[in-house]
């Protein structure tokens, strides 16, 4: 075998697989909330500046759960190991992505997007660590870029499918997409 058949068949595991669809979801739902937070707001009643004023303030609540989901994901990991936490942080963002699709008021969609940017910044640190962490220190960077790539691809699915479909719509294919992806992450942890 050829060394760089090894290392891509290294980098090719189902770990960074996994990884990478997980930056994808990630990466899918904070696009798809900066593309679809206008028309959401009209949508449930809003106009004018009330538009700006409540798309800051999601923004804002999302923001801050990150921050917070950042905080207590990294303590579940160094406690519990990386493999366990994005089990969390995925079905948090999927529900709450569906839950996004039934919010009729702004309190609610606070809150769902609170409980959205919690379980995201579990994954994306988590993800991108378990897969720095179950590489080769000569593999990491090609791996992260793997990652880093399959995650751009997010943003560009998730402009195309905002594009296409309903808002409500939009958030409930995010949400599918996460639950899949948790099926995917434990046939990972089993394997």
């Known amino acids: 075998m050829k060394p760089q058949e090894s290392v891509l068949r290294q980098i090719l595991q189902p770990t960074v697989i996994v990884g990478a669809l997980g930056y994808f979801v990630d990466v899918y739902d904070l696009i798809l909330f900066v593309i679809v937070r ?11 500046s009330q538009v ?17 989901g950042g905080i207590a994901f990294g303590i579940l990991g160094d406690r519990f190991g990386r ?16 839950a996004n699709g039934f ?15 919690f379980g995201l910044a579990g994954e994306l640190g988590g993800g991108i660590t378990l ?14 870029m793997i990652v880093a790539t399959v995650g751009v691809f997010g943003a560009v699915v998730g402009g195309l499918v ?9 958030y ?3 949400g599918g997409l996460g639950l899949v992806l948790l099926i995917m992450r434990m046939s990972v942890a089993e394997s």
């Not at 897969?131 to 992260?144: D, F, H, I, N, Q």
Request: a negative charge; charged letters at 10%; one cysteine or more.
């Open 162 to 170: 905002a594009g296409l479909v309903h808002w409500r719509t939009a």
């Open 103 to 117: 919010v009729h008021s702004v309190e609610a969609y606070a809150v769902w997007r609170f409980i959205a940017g």
């Open 83 to 98: 493999g366990v936490p994005p089990f969390g942080s995925i079905l948090l963002y999927s529900v709450a992505n569906i």
């Open 38 to 48: 206008s028309a959401s707001l009209q949508d449930l009643g809003f106009s004018g």
């Open 52 to 68: 700006l004023e409540h798309g800051i303030f999601l923004f804002n609540c999302q923001m801050a759960g990150m921050l917070a």
């Open 131 to 144: 897969v720095t962490e179950v590489l080769s220190k000569e593999s990491r960077g090609y791996g992260t």
């Open 172 to 174: 409930f294919i995010g």
